[in-house]
């Protein structure tokens, strides 16, 4: 969408607003997704639920690609926003569930990596199809969307059932073989099962097992390790969002325009230098998030991300209006590089594997459901109200606010997180006061 709105604008003649509402109304859909991808995934099973979402991943681009309209563009939007909520709230459970202690965080932020590889290489689709004319440049920069769902689709096959889901389930035969699969030894293996099924047997002697029924919520009423849980998990979400993340994603080359540069190709070609800067940081984040921990990521991420908002809000407060000045155009590209780099290498990946450890097995898929939602309105609302914002308070006034949340982001984790780092899902429930 970020290349492509140039190209739209020209071709389908889609004013400013139209794009706002494209841009953020896929998070606001993915709503729909990620409120029934809990539900779903607690009845059908981790694996069935991403064969689900692999089709909207299919069908939504295919309309986006054919639509000769605002609407047709808005009802692909829809159907891709629908597997958005369900890819952000299933990937990280069966992420966290398969994977054993040692290297859960590396494979819990895999899901966030891809993402990020995504969206570098539709930055390369936006840069390579430029040079077509606008009306076939923006269509096919949709239909790459489809390719990767054919190899999800055979992937899939491979996969195994996640173990907790089959425990639930009361299938323990076959989760001991998919642990047996998945676990460093086979001691491993028979430790993870035994608290798995003492987890199980106490949310179903408890709290309503998985069903979601009234039980579980009588928890975030009754208990105050439960609620404790849930506020950080959404606190975690809306930080991660509030702080304008989406606003370089989706309007990066808006921003650059801004502060001077005038070239569509070197706009787009900058794009990729972004997206590479964001996807190489993601894979610094995985390999550090199981030797030093979740908290240290964090709160490096969320003060560099308040530093390099400053300096950009900067930039656009000093130079305003400023054309082809290649040192102001220098110096805000390396605030935006800085910026999305702090983020990925910390608060992007992390704000997921944090928020999908501490929640209890019996509230996994509502809790996370809650978290994803939380987070899609927050990309929504910022995607959906980025050009006014700046129209009404400057472009420097944006990202000084955004600069604000960063901050009160690094205040919170500093004061309320407790390192995560090398405790089984199970453990969460002591560290938090759950059971």
């Known amino acids: 969408m970020s290349g492509a ?20 109304a896929i998070n606001i859909y993915s709503l729909v997704g990620a409120l029934l991808a809990g539900w779903t995934s607690d009845r059908l099973g981790r694996r069935l639920t991403i064969v689900l979402t692999n089709g909207f991943f299919l069908v939504g681009p295919l309309i986006m690609t054919l639509a000769g309209g605002y609407t047709a563009l808005m009802a692909g939007r829809f159907i891709s926003g629908i597997g958005v909520g369900y890819a952000l709230v299933i990937a990280p459970i069966y992420a ?29 689709s936006n840069f390579a199809f430029s040079a077509l004319p606008a009306h076939l440049a923006w269509r096919l920069m949709f239909a790459a969307g489809v390719v990767p769902t054919v190899f999800l689709a055979a992937g899939v096959l491979t996969m195994p059932e996640s173990p907790r889901w089959l425990a639930m389930k009361g299938r323990l035969d076959e989760a001991k073989a998919v642990l047996d699969r998945t676990s460093d030894t086979l001691a491993e293996a028979e430790q993870r099962l035994r608290e798995i099924e003492e987890v199980v047997d106490a949310g179903s002697n408890g709290a309503g097992g998985s069903n979601g029924g009234g039980g ?50 070197l706009l787009l070609g900058l794009n990729v230098l972004f997206g590479v800067a964001k996807a190489g940081s993601i894979l610094i984040a995985m390999a550090l998030a199981d030797r030093v921990g979740r908290r240290p990521l964090l709160l490096v991420s969320t003060g560099g991300m308040t530093a390099s908002l400053l300096v950009l809000g900067s930039v656009f407060a000093a130079f305003a209006g400023a054309k082809d000045d290649a040192a102001v155009a220098a110096v805000a590209v390396a605030a935006v590089v800085a910026f999305v780099c702090t983020f990925s290498v910390g608060f992007g990946p992390m704000a997921w594997v944090y928020s999908s450890e501490i929640l209890p097995l019996r509230l996994r898929g509502q809790g996370a459901g809650l978290g994803t939602a939380m987070n899609r309105v927050m990309s929504g609302i910022v995607t959906m109200t980025f050009i006014s914002l700046y129209g009404a308070i400057t472009m420097a006034g944006a990202f000084y606010l955004y600069a604000a949340v960063a901050a009160a982001s690094f205040v919170f984790i500093y004061t309320c997180l407790p390192e995560t780092r090398g405790r089984n899902l199970e453990d969460m429930e002591q560290l938090f006061r759950t059971k």
């Open 216 to 265: 579980t919520w009588n928890e975030v009423a009754t208990k105050a390790g439960v609620r404790r849980v849930l506020a950080t998990v959404l606190a975690l979400q809306f930080f991660q969002q509030a702080s304008g993340i989406d606003s370089v994603v989706l309007y990066g080359p808006r921003v650059l325009a801004m502060a001077g540069v005038t070239s569509n190709t």
């Open 5 to 24: 709105q140039i190209f739209m604008a020209e071709d389908l003649g889609v004013s400013d607003t139209q794009i706002e509402l494209l841009s953020g």
């Open 96 to 124: 966290a569930e398969i994977a054993p202690a040692s290297s859960r965080g590396l494979l819990s932020s895999l899901p966030e990596i891809f993402i990020n590889t995504g969206v570098m290489l539709s930055y390369v």
